[in-house]
């Protein structure tokens, strides 16, 4: 492991993986200038596979702080120039940002401030700017990333994997080499597959709202099919790599709903069917919308994307016996260390608070006297509970807990439910 | 007779009520602090509620909110929400209404104190009545619009705000102590534009009060719910509740535009600005939060030819309103609006000529029915005045559905 030399102590290396974009990069980098980012930050620019005017558009201007250019050819995924950015940093601090990102001001200052020393992962926000005379596909996806800022911006939020998102991503640099980086056989989700085994390693997580920036993202329908598609991909991949992770991915779930059963089905044992059930239903999203029906256009948006995630899924990992195969292989996996916390539940809710937050259990033992009753929130995808997960506004946990008092009262006092 | 409008503490609510003679029923809301847990309504016998029947209706209907929030005290997370740093403004948009503006204005000036500003628009009103009724009444600014229009009134309040949050309070609403904090506490995040509150009636004392909340409650239940454009139908905005309770961002402005002045009370329109907005924030993608805790109560019309108006003046300002949406916004969703809201007169017209028990009055459904016939001509009538009105030198604002100014 290399340390960091004494003049970088406490500083940040921002990362920036690149691929042909010379005009959103160099806007990034001018935020950073403009915004008092100063020596010793250094900013690393790697050009993944792009033509020279990436390398030109950074030279031509001069910067505060220093600015190196890695090229990176033939080009290999932002997962390696990450990687790459990474090996080469000199900062305390790894602060990757895609060069698609207009930070908020004093970024760089802000992810500082929330590290100080502490060894944390701090996800800044990429929110995407509300599109001016948006079409429905732009709205919901504008609005699909404000609900996942919404979900983790709640006092009492408990990380999971597909929180981290690396599009403003800071992690301490001794940490990231301990982690390995990014997996260099994933062209996709290498986001969540690190979020996976940040979450095995017990990494706290922060969410920042200071610390993101505008995500000026181009979500054209043939991109997000496509994406799609390698999004099941991934998750096959995924499971490979983590057969202990399995059953939080949504690769291990079906669909309650009969029609989204269907879609999987076809994915699976009709593809060139339902291939071309997609090209229909793509120039029907357009009638849709030009006839204004919002409700039947996120029903077919919604089918269209189900049967894209499950192709690329079938497609990886060979169908409805390969999917089999992960389900058993995740089931006979060494599982990894859980710490259980036995919860009596007749104890109170403050001492119940202190022992999360001394024990930081991953799964919550219920039992009342002698008599287990169960488990409650054994979901490997998500970090060790907290007290404050006790707090969070939804109050999940808390009605769980009031439910599970309610029927363990019930079985130990029948007669309770009826006494006037 | 008369049903009695009553609160009580869950603590409360294990005793026999009394005193009620000269009322028929009870309708009865049950709290544990600031929180609404139970609204159900009871017979009163011999003048009084029995006690028996009080506790189980507070069980079958509350017991499961009670056993949450007992919980939740345990933990110290008390429903009292934390306002600092929310700087609101409380606006009033009236006229001629000086008694009802007195009993508001005094309700307002009870409310738990987060450093709100208390606005009075007087809109357009005929004599000195309001300005005297502010003056009564310390630290309310006042405020004088003299274009008449509740959404021109309710612009003005808009932009005079000092407040980020406009909460908007009818004059003949009566707000509960919590009830801003509460609307506050609602804005859950950046993308929530809107928050509305729980309407319960101030008195039913009349048959035409009791035929108002038995037709056309304003209560939308004691559930919390969050109303997000991305996935619920921009046009079912009537369980979302209702402009006599609710608060705006003053951002509101920028991102939708302002309300449309072609609609509502004192236009052709009567009614619907306030779900045109909702509308409006729905489809730029939006939320909308019902929260029951921001309680206010509104006296309803006591005589019946004023509830005849009332509720004409409903089916004017929906059509009118889906008009707009069709013929400015291209929203076909509008047509099929309108025609279930057909479907549902014609339907409340045959159960009342078959004087079925719970059908609604014959003149209210015919009023209903001509207003809804009304609302497409109301609207174009309303939006060649507001362009008169443009041409004497003010501006207007009628805003497309969708856009922004």
Redesign the interface.
């Known amino acids: 492991m290399s340390t960091t030399p004494k003049e970088w102590r406490g500083t940040v290396t921002v990362i920036v993986p690149t691929h042909d974009r010379p005009v959103s990069l160099v806007r990034l980098i001018r935020v950073l200038a403009n915004d008092g980012t100063t020596p010793p930050c250094e900013v690393l620019v790697v050009a993944d596979g792009c033509t020279p005017d990436t390398a030109h558009a950074v030279a031509a201007e001069r910067w505060p702080f220093p600015v190196r250019v890695l090229e990176q050819q033939p080009s290999r995924g932002p997962a390696i120039a990450r990687n790459l950015g990474a090996i080469e940093a000199r900062g305390d601090v790894l602060l990757f940002i895609d060069d698609d990102i207009e930070p908020f001001g004093d970024v760089v200052g802000e992810h500082r401030r929330l590290h100080d020393g502490r060894p944390l992962v701090v996800i800044g926000a990429p929110r995407a700017p509300r599109p001016r005379d948006a079409g429905f596909r732009e709205l919901a996806g504008w609005a699909w990333w404000e609900q996942q800022f919404e979900r983790m911006r709640r006092p009492g939020h408990r990380f999971g994997y597909d929180d981290v998102f690396t599009g403003l991503l800071s992690v301490p640099r001794d940490f990231w080499q301990l982690l390995g980086g990014f997996d260099s056989s994933l062209r996709c989700r290498e986001d969540f597959e690190l979020g996976l085994r940040l979450v095995r390693r017990r990494a706290s997580f922060v969410f920042s709202e200071a610390g993101g920036g505008w995500h000026h993202e181009n979500r054209s329908g043939d991109r997000l099919v496509r994406r799609k598609k390698d999004e099941g991909a991934a998750d096959v991949a995924i499971a490979r790599l983590h057969p202990w992770a399995f059953r939080s991915l949504p690769l291990s779930r079906g669909s309650p709903d009969p029609r989204a059963d269907f879609v999987r089905r076809v994915a699976f044992d009709w593809p060139r069917l339902g291939g071309f059930g997609v090209r229909i239903a793509e120039r029907l999203l357009d009638v849709l919308e030009a006839l204004r029906m919002r409700r039947a256009w996120r029903r077919m948006q919604g089918g269209v994307m189900y049967f894209a995630y499950w192709r690329g899924a079938a497609a990886a990992g060979g169908g409805w016996a390969g999917l089999e195969a992960l389900r058993v292989a995740a089931a006979t996996a060494e599982p990894p260390e859980r710490r259980v916390l036995d919860v009596d539940l007749e104890q109170d809710w403050a001492t119940l608070e202190r022992r999360l937050d001394e024990t930081r259990p991953d799964v919550l033992g219920l039992r009342i006297g002698d008599m287990h009753l169960g488990h409650l929130l054994d979901d490997p995808g998500r970090e060790p509970l907290r007290g404050a997960h006790l707090r969070s506004p939804t109050y999940e946990l808390v009605r769980a807990l009031t439910a599970a008092r309610a029927i363990a009262s019930l079985r130990s006092n029948p007669m309770g439910a009826t006494r006037p | 007779m008369a049903t009695a409008v009553l609160q009580l503490d869950a603590s409360d609510s294990s005793r026999e009520i009394g005193g009620l003679q000269s009322y028929g029923a009870a309708l009865i809301l049950i709290r544990r602090g600031a929180v609404p847990v139970a609204l159900f309504t009871l017979p009163v016998t011999g003048g009084r509620v029995d006690g028996r029947a009080l506790r189980s209706a507070v069980a079958e209907q509350g017991g499961e909110r009670l ?2 929030l007992e ?2 005290e ?4 008390s429903a009292a929400l934390s306002l600092e740093g929310r700087a609101a403004t409380v606006a009033v948009c009236t006229r001629d209404r000086p008694e009802d503006l007195d009993r508001c204005l005094t309700a307002l000036r009870a409310l738990a104190s987060t450093g709100q500003e208390l606005l009075v628009i007087d809109n357009a009103s005929g004599g000195d009545g309001t300005r005297l009724v502010v003056d009564r009444h310390p630290g309310v600014r006042y405020v004088r619009e003299d274009r008449p229009g509740l959404d021109i009134a309710r612009n003005r309040a808009l932009r005079e705000a000092r407040g980020e949050i406009v909460a908007f309070c009818d004059d003949d609403a009566v707000p509960d102590p919590h009830w801003l904090g509460a609307l506050l506490g609602g804005f ?4 929530t534009l809107c928050v509305t509150g729980l309407t319960l009636p101030l008195e039913l004392e009349t048959a035409a009060q009791e035929c108002f909340e038995r037709t056309n409650a304003f209560s939308r239940g004691l559930d919390r719910r969050r109303f ?4 619920h ?2 046009f079912l905005v009537g369980r979302i509740g209702a402009g006599v309770n609710m608060a705006l961002r003053k951002s509101v402005l920028d ?1 939708i535009g302002p309300f449309d002045e072609a609609l509502d009370a004192g236009t052709a329109t009567k009614s619907g600005g306030d779900h045109d907005m909702f509308t409006r924030i729905l489809l ?2 939006y939320c909308i939060v019902y929260e029951p805790g921001a309680i206010s109560h509104h006296r309803h019309r006591r005589d019946w030819q004023g509830l005849r108006d009332t509720v004409r003046g409903y089916g004017t300002g929906v059509y009118a309103q889906l008009t707009k949406h069709l013929l400015e916004g ?4 509008a047509i099929g609006i309108a025609l279930g809201w057909g479907v549902a007169q014609l339907r409340n017209l045959l159960r009342s000529l078959a004087k079925r028990p719970d059908a609604p009055p014959l003149d209210l459904v015919l009023g209903e029915m001509r207003g809804c016939l009304a609302g497409p001509h109301a609207y174009r009538v309303a939006k060649r005045r507001l362009r008169v009105t443009s041409v004497a030198g003010t501006r207007p604002a009628t805003v497309a559905p969708g856009a ?1 100014q």
């Open positions: 056993v949450s919980a939740l345990n933990l110290g997370c859950d995040g950046p993308r997000d454009g991305a996935a139908d921009p991102l730029a993608g291209r929203e076909p969703r922004r």
